[in-house]
């Protein structure tokens, strides 16, 4: 058979978030490098998205690649029903000495979205197993959690899951406490605990900043009042903090800049420092109690064929190492200043609706004329117009978001700048 990588990728390949009947055929991706990825035709791209997200440390890392190497070269996957590995155990420890003092536990899956279905499966079971069932969940408007069906639920509901609507169970969505609207939000989850405080399971959220909603950003104060109200009802709180984690706003999780603190993390993408799939949700002692019993059908049911796979654990090792050098929360801080920078430098253009920044995230809001919309006409225009200049941008339709690997370049991120103002210039308002 003759024929080249995109072609064989057309004929047999259906790719994620793409109508593949309109959309152009992709770029063949052949290596990574540091903070870029090198195309089979010999184009290099600067990564300004981590690659979805997930990448802290640059591509084909040396070191993680290592211990990957090493773990594969010892124990490569073992059931986690019955047996444990040296790897997971460590793991486990490692991040809960970075964690909240109160989060006791670590429950592995395999991704994002299963580490959110673990916690709001884990925060349901919670009451039935105290003999209390709630099955409602509240929710920030606009969130996104995941594609399964129970980190459907607690995500706005749109588009992407209206064909599923009748099959996802009821949440009550509370404005996002973005400024102006901290009151509200407030008022909002008081009038929830009055009228079903007895239904309520959990109040699920991604703190600091709504990443598929555009980048929404807003202050810890709110967030705190909200926890607070939650933890005065006797409620279950659930920090998603899938994209957030790991250093992406500045500390090196997003609830360290509260004062309050949930009952149950979800994480993934940066855990293995975008080596593979992998994911965790924590929770506190008073959480895992609730599952232990002489009675077998209060165990946790939940669970699959990889869990805490010996081979993501030692990623995510090697990068948990790499994150706390000082060399790397320096990066961090070097890029939030340049993000803060930028950020004032081209706030007043003409073309620029508003401009946000939280640690290494930086995002732009098109100035169009219209809402803000996923489907919005300019974002393939955007897109295409980085690509042309090798940088990949995967806007959320008139918004533009940074939030590249930590070993970026501050001369690496000012030509992404410079290409920012170029394409202002370009798409002006």
Known sequence: MNMN?????????????TQ???TPAPIGIVRGEGAYLYAGDGRKYFDAVASWWVNLHGHSHSYIAEKVSEQLRTLEHAMFAGFTHPPAVDLAERLLEVLPSDQAKVFYSDDGSTAVE??????????????TPRNRLIALKDAYHGDTFGAMSVSSRSTFTAPFSPLLFEVDFIDVPVKGSEEEALEQLRRIMLEREDEIAAFIFEPLVQGTAGMVMYEPGPLDQLLKICREHGILTIADEV??????TGKLFACNYL??????FCFSKGITGGTMAFGATTCTQQVFDAFLSGDKLKTFFHGHSFTANPLACAASLASLDILVEPETMESIARISRQHEAFAGKIAGHRSVRQVRCRGTIFALEWETGDSTSYFSGLRDKLYNFFLENGIIMRPLGNIIYIMPPYCSTEEELDFVYQTIELA???FSA
């Open 5 to 17: 990588l995109i072609e064989r990728d057309s004929r047999y390949v259906w790719h994620p978030y």
């Open 20 to 22: 593949m009947q309109t």
């Open 118 to 131: 673990v916690a709001v499966k884990m925060a349901m079971q919670y009451w039935s197993n105290k003999g």
């Open 243 to 248: 994209m957030t984690g790991f250093g992406r």
């Open 259 to 264: 004062e309050q603190q949930p009952d149950i």
């Open 424 to 426: 202002l210039e370009k």
